[in-house]
């Protein structure tokens, strides 16, 4: 009876033994969560860049990863084949981020930390290898450096050749090298840096040549030109560029890299604004008019007119057509009489008739003003220059000054002055003059210019505008 008591006894214990093992092994367990989830430190077998940082805070690991990083190196491979190291510290790397060290710190799962006793783990993947503060600067001197070596005994390749003829793309195959492009170089290291990669493929930085892609992009490209809808309003004259002729122009250039590029033929492109140009501008086109006593009178040259800026406009339009979208463009123009079509001279102008030597100023139809006038002494080269010209500038009490026939120099005070050409001429008054009109300028005419009365000569200068047009014939 007594034995069994025992027995019994030593059964009842083991039950009590396993609880206080269970809840030493729970303290232990929450003791371990506890501390790796408030002292700020990795846990057991952490590995960062392949260097163990247990038990170590952010800054403790930064200074260990940091010295490991200086002597670290990156392989450059080119057919499975290194044939070459980067230091890190070379390419400008020197240290890791110490913000993403924290906050893998944080990321760190406390409750897991007895599996990594028996296991080692690396740290959060946001642990990056971050450059200095020059490494830019390194890491592009480094790349074009090494670029340079290793292309010494390396092929350039030969580059795809595209044709386009009349908006159809013809391409001539090329062979690709393997000279390594310093700026792709850069960004491999780069990029495997950050990645944690320890390989850069060689053949991810070879220089770019036309491929596939690129001729691809062309024919997309041309394609657009050849059906896009392109408008050049040239001063309330619509012309539509025709599809054929945008195609015409279409040349293939070369990027700097080498890379090809559609563009346009200038030349082609100036000769059509300039045929344009030719068809709707002023400038200097012939003026038919109705005189005041000679009837009908068409009048050539002179400074009279716009035109299209065709240099400016040559940019203007070859950007527009290029982007392969539907556009309307504005004609740049410059010059006088803007408003009025080519041939026009409007109903506000000043006629000045050498045959009747009368000067008459209309303004919207009406006349306004009417002079006799004393126009440039033929006899001596002189003579008043036919023309449409317009007053470009207006100027009060003025001296004009020039040669005599004798070569001597003149000097002529004037009230008003309203050059008409670039050359000198203009409507002036003209105290010497005794009299106007009638035959009197064959042998006291003037230097080129429109001798005026000057009483009338003020009302003229106070009545005209700069910009209107005067018609000497």
Request: hydrophobic share 30%; with cysteine; charged share 20%.
């Amino acid at each position: 009876m007594q034995q069994r008591r025992n027995n019994n006894k030593k059964k009842s214990k083991k039950p009590l033994i396993w609880i206080g093992a269970i809840v030493a092994l729970g303290a232990i367990y929450a003791g371990g969560a506890y501390h790796y989830s408030s002292a700020k430190t990795f846990m057991p077998n952490t590995t960062i860049e392949g260097v163990n940082v247990a038990g170590k805070n952010s800054e403790q690991a930064q200074s260990l990863i940091s010295q490991h990083i200086k002597n670290q190196t990156i392989n450059l491979t080119d057919n499975d084949k290194v044939i070459s190291k980067v230091k890190l510290a070379d390419a400008g790397y020197t240290s890791t981020s110490s913000q993403s060290i924290a906050k893998a710190i944080e990321n760190q799962n406390a409750l897991m930390w007895p599996l990594q006793l028996i296991n080692v783990a690396n740290a959060d993947s946001s642990v990056v290898v971050k450059p200095d503060k020059d490494s830019n600067a390194k890491l592009t001197a480094y790349a074009k450096k090494t670029a340079t070596k290793l292309n010494r005994t390396r092929d350039a390749g030969t580059p795809a050749t595209v044709s386009v003829s009349n908006g159809k793309v013809n391409v001539t195959d090329g062979k690709k090298g393997n000279t390594i492009n310093a700026t792709l170089l850069a960004e491999e290291i780069k990029s495997s840096v950050a990645e944690g990669k320890r390989d850069v493929n060689l053949s991810n930085t070879y220089q770019s040549t036309s491929n596939s892609s690129d001729v691809n992009k062309i024919k997309n490209q041309v394609k657009a030109l050849s059906t896009e809808k392109a408008v050049y309003n040239v001063n309330g004259n619509t012309v539509t560029i025709p599809n054929a002729t945008i195609t015409s122009w279409i040349i293939i250039d070369k990027n700097a890299d080498g890379t090809q590029k559609v563009n346009l033929d200038q030349t082609k492109l100036t000769a059509y604004l300039n045929g344009l140009n030719d068809k709707y501008a002023s400038y200097q086109s012939d003026v038919t008019f109705n005189s005041t006593k000679q009837g009908s009178q068409t009048v050539k040259g002179g400074t009279f007119g716009w035109s299209i800026v065709t240099a400016t406009d040559a940019t203007k339009l070859t950007n527009n057509i290029l982007a392969g979208k539907d556009f309307t463009e504005k004609a740049t123009i410059s010059g006088s009489g803007t408003s009025l079509k080519k041939g026009q001279l409007g109903n506000t102008y000043v006629e000045v008739d050498k045959t009747n030597q009368h000067m008459w100023y209309y303004e919207n139809g009406k006349l306004v003003i009417s002079t006799d006038v004393v126009t440039g002494k033929p006899s001596n080269g002189n003579t008043t220059p036919t023309g449409v010209y317009f007053v470009w500038n207006k100027q009060r009490n003025t001296t004009l000054k020039g040669s005599n026939d004798d070569g001597s120099a003149y000097a002529s005070p004037v009230d008003y002055w309203m050059p008409i050409d670039y050359t000198g001429v203009g409507l002036h008054d003209s105290p010497w003059q005794p009299q106007y009109g009638g035959t009197w300028y064959k042998t006291h005419g003037s230097h080129g210019c429109v001798n005026t009365p000057p009483a009338t000569m003020k009302k003229l200068y106070d009545a005209v505008a700069t910009g209107t047009p005067v018609i000497v014939f």
